[in-house]
């Protein structure tokens, strides 16, 4: 069976106005045009839905059947609606996923603008660790992911967003705390506290290829970057950490100190799953992000 939208709104039309002349003119379609769009619609249900002499009345049949006809042109419209809600971001959820240090900084200052804009939108953000990013996009829990780079796989796919200085991190009293720069060979003989171990095989690795004798020693690991932050503020060692989590300097009493020598950036992507198109909240927001990571820096 093959019942069309453009069937469906002629019958009531004719149902309504008594006439196909009537309809017509409400369709803005010819009284030929609608007539043949009812036997059509006759001829898929195998009844006839009006009697046609000197006036035009409905059928048994048609009786029975206008009262679903309408139901089902109600929730067709309903979509229609909700799509245009949609499109122009009167409606719907928008999940995102992004490192709990950066969720808490750069990304709640685009969520901010963002509310501001299209605040019908409700907005989701999961903060995770570093290294889960990836996967929660994956597993389709969110539909973007923003954090530095990391394997993908065949199944998430990533675009470039901008790329973040890396911050040396003392407590305020440490001796190289009022430093303009510290290079790294300074830091050659201090106890570092991670908190991502494939971030730490990045500094390891950026390190080696600069001077083979540049390390980094570890006095503990944590998971979240917050976590870091506090323990270098107590004295248990240094950081090296992203530029953005300087807003917490003032919590913690630590001070961010740039790099030198070499001096370390890291990329920070927007992670999607391959092959599924973004809502247009998501859309809205990825171009936000981007507008946000191209405005310059400020303290």
Known sequence: MNISFRQMRAFAAVARAGSFTAAGRQLHLTQSAVSMLVQQLEAELGVQLFDRGASVTLTEAGQKLLPLARRILDDMNQVVEG???LRSLRSGVLR????QMLACTWVCAVVGEFEAAHPDISLRITDATTDDVV????????????????????DVTRSFLMDVPIRMVCPAHHRLAQRRTVSWRELR????????SEFNRYLEHMLQAHDASLSIQTATEVDYLTTALALVGVGTGLAAVPDYARRFAGNFGLRFVPLRGPELRRQFFIYQRRGMALSP????????MRRHARAPARD
Do not use: H, I, N, Q
């Open 189 to 196: 003989d201090e106890r570092w506290v991670l908190y991502s």
């Open 83 to 85: 799509a245009s809600d």
């Open 281 to 288: 909240a998501a859309e809205a927001f990825a171009r936000m």
């Open 135 to 154: 996967g929660v996009v994956r597993r389709g829990e969110v539909e973007l992911g923003v954090g530095p780079e990391r394997a993908t796989g065949d």
């Open 96 to 99: 995102v996923v992004a490192p």
